[in-house]
């Protein structure tokens, strides 16, 4: 409040009359003191005295979702923007998806923008959106990026240059390409030229797991000065890191310039007429190739979690995300310049998060934290360091025992290639025959007997035989290993009370940590492929014969045990001649149960590039395609039942012959 008359304040009475002033207005508050000749004039200047100001974008605005379909770049950029908005008093809500379903999502307002749309990689996924004008472009936000196949420095040097002499080192390369997960725009454009033969690249076959999978074998082949071609984009710290060569010769299915590419900012439909706060939020949010450099390099090299390496920037870079802020308001209408001198310092997070409504976030990318009581507030502060512990224990690993871990590939890789191979020598009808056959002994029922080979039949005709063998290939090394593996120990642990309470909690954990938890540690020992997919389908399933086999054994009757005692047997006699038959149908129901982990758990491994029916699975995911989804389902239940019934224990009747 100013005070523009020489009379003391503290003299005020009641008021004669008083003309109010807008907020937002010129005019003042002209306050006139009861028995005063003068006017006392006040000017209201950002006191109590004034209006609230007017809301900048309703109440429905206030959550903001975003999408991050887990690539390091656009998980960097969307937490900078998750900040941002959260010191402008927005709640940001931040949910992983994939390309296409973020697309779908966009369409169907149950996202409202998407940082990471590179183009022109996406033009032809994307057109369709913009030609029904489902999804809106707001603005670009990144130049000067690229994206298409890349080398290391040093088959570039050998002569691998160009997209046609890719062909000329097919041996080299163990006709294999590696790209990112299942479904994304440049994998379907490596699938499409594959399968017309563009570059001479028909017979190849494309890996797909994910960004950090791709970079984990890019970094097995480089430390191994092994030939390699895969997916390459800048920024990205991948390109010093490696110091990687773009392939020529991509123009026509990458852009010219070695797949030169922007990055756009999508929205939701007139998302812009209904927020337009944020909307001019997302106008101005742009980068440089730099600045996700360095966003990228501090969570990859680092390690620094996306909300701290956004934070962390933003505190850097505050004349960058100052000129953001043009035109632009807090949520409740005031000036953004009122939050503070420095934007993106701690001092602007928490003048944020006191000038937003109460129960909502400040600047953060962890949308619970404004919803966190001040006990769990205080807890996470102190956090134990679990994850960092377990981090530094595979990465000791990884740096000194790296030859047995790749031997341990190399071999189990064999394994599984060579059953694979065996498995698809055998001619279809054929192995048909041999199924059917088995069930037929197994049952002896006609029903399961007429379904086998329709079930098999019923695959071939969807396209799924080929996929089918991978996945049936994975399933034998995997289930086999297990059996192996776990009836000595449940054996063991039923004979030796101290080693059963020794595995319990060991066995509990394997069994309810979540299974994608396998895939992490695997990847990074054991590179990607098969085998740290079918390491963790070991490990996944391994409990279930353990446990079975020691409650067969366990349950194994008395007398029947004293009985072979009293005629001399010895215990390895007690083993193989009392207990083993007598715990045959439990055990044959941990094998049993044993194949059907394996089994799903195959299917889930083939985002670390496993193969096999999961691909489709993911694919179908990833791209919003029902119908894949559905015959790529139908295929691995089909398995899953012939599987079943040929592992299953015989029913006991209970007749007397």
């Not at 990144?142 to 570039?156: D, N, Q, S, W």
């Not at 439990?586 to 299917?603: K, R």
Request: glycine letters at 10%.
């Amino acid at each position: 409040m100013t005070l523009l008359e020489g009379r003391d304040a503290s003299q005020r009475g009641p008021w004669r009359s008083c003309w109010r002033w807008t907020a937002g207005t010129a005019v003042p508050t002209i306050l006139i003191a009861a028995g005063t000749a003068v006017p006392t004039i006040l000017i209201a200047t950002g006191s109590a005295y004034a209006q609230p100001a007017t809301p900048a974008d309703p109440l429905a605005c206030r959550i903001v979702r975003l999408s991050d379909v887990g690539w390091t770049d656009v998980t960097a950029t969307t937490a900078v923007l998750a900040h941002v908005l959260g010191s402008l008093g927005y709640e940001p809500r931040v949910t992983v998806l994939s390309v296409p379903v973020t697309f779908a999502s966009l369409r169907n307002g149950d996202i409202d923008a998407f940082l990471g749309n590179w183009m022109p990689s996406q033009q032809e996924m994307i057109a369709p959106y913009l030609a029904d004008r489902s999804i809106e472009v707001v603005a670009t936000n990144l130049r000067g990026a690229r994206y298409t196949l890349a080398v290391p420095t040093y088959l570039h040097d050998a002569g691998l240059r160009d997209f046609r002499d890719i062909a000329r080192f097919r041996v080299a390369l163990g006709g294999v390409i590696h790209g990112i997960e299942a479904g994304n725009e440049a994998n379907e454009t490596l699938l499409s030229m594959i399968r017309n033969d563009a570059a001479g690249l028909r017979g190849f076959r494309l890996v797909e797991s994910s960004e950090q999978g791709m970079l984990a074998e890019v970094e097995r082949a480089v430390r191994a000065q092994r030939p390699i071609v895969f997916l390459g984009w800048s920024p990205h710290p991948m390109n010093s890191r490696f110091g990687l060569r773009y392939l020529s010769g991509g123009d026509v299915w990458f852009g010219p310039d070695f797949g030169g590419a922007t990055v756009r900012t999508l929205t939701r439909p007139r998302y812009a007429d209904a927020c337009p706060n944020v909307a001019r939020l997302l106008r101005n949010v742009t980068f440089t190739v730099d600045d996700e450099n360095a966003l990228m390099d501090a969570m990859l090299t680092q390690r620094m979690p996306a909300a701290d390496a956004a934070n962390a920037w933003s505190a850097a870079h505050g004349d960058r995300v100052r000129a953001w802020l043009s035109g632009v308001t807090l949520r409740d209408g005031r000036p953004a310049s009122t939050i503070g001198n420095t934007v993106g310092d701690a001092g602007l997070a928490a003048s944020a998060k006191a000038s937003a409504p109460k129960g909502q976030p400040g600047a953060t990318y962890d949308t619970d934290v404004g919803r966190r009581s001040r006990f769990e507030t205080v807890m996470t502060r102190h956090k134990l360091p679990v994850g960092e512990a377990a981090t530094r224990l595979v990465d000791f690993a990884k740096q000194h025992a790296r030859g047995v871990f790749d031997g341990a590939s190399r071999g189990i890789g064999l394994v599984v290639r060579l059953t694979q191979s065996a498995l698809a020598m055998i001619p279809a009808p054929l192995l048909m025959v041999i199924l059917t056959g088995a069930a037929w002994l197994r049952r002896r029922s006609i029903a399961l007997a007429v379904f086998v080979p329709a079930a098999l039949l019923l695959i071939m005709n969807l396209g799924y035989w080929a996929a089918t063998i991978e996945t049936l290939g994975l399933v034998v090394v995997a289930a086999g290993t297990s059996t192996v593996i776990g009836v000595p120990v449940g054996v063991l642990a039923a004979r030796r009370p101290a080693v059963d309470a020794l595995l319990r909690p060991v066995l509990d954990l394997m069994q309810t940590l979540p299974t994608f938890v396998y895939l992490t540690p695997t990847l990074v020992l054991f590179g990607l492929g098969v085998v740290p997919g079918l390491v963790s389908t070991i490990i996944f399933a391994l409990p279930a014969p353990i446990r079975l086999t020691q409650l067969g054994i366990a349950s194994v009757p008395r007398p029947l045990i004293e009985a072979g005692q009293a005629f001399g047997a010895t215990p390895s006699q007690l083993l193989m001649k009392i207990e083993l038959p007598s715990a045959a149908s439990a055990i044959l129901t941990g094998v049993s149960q044993c194949i059907m982990l394996s089994l799903s758990m195959v299917v889930i491994a083939a985002l670390v590039g496993a193969g096999g029916l999961g691909v489709p699975v993911v694919r179908a995911l990833n791209t919003v395609q029902v119908g894949m989804g559905i015959e790529a389902g139908l295929a691995i239940v089909l398995v899953a039942i012939i599987l079943d019934r040929l592992a299953r224990p015989s029913e006991r009747t209970g007749t007397r012959r």
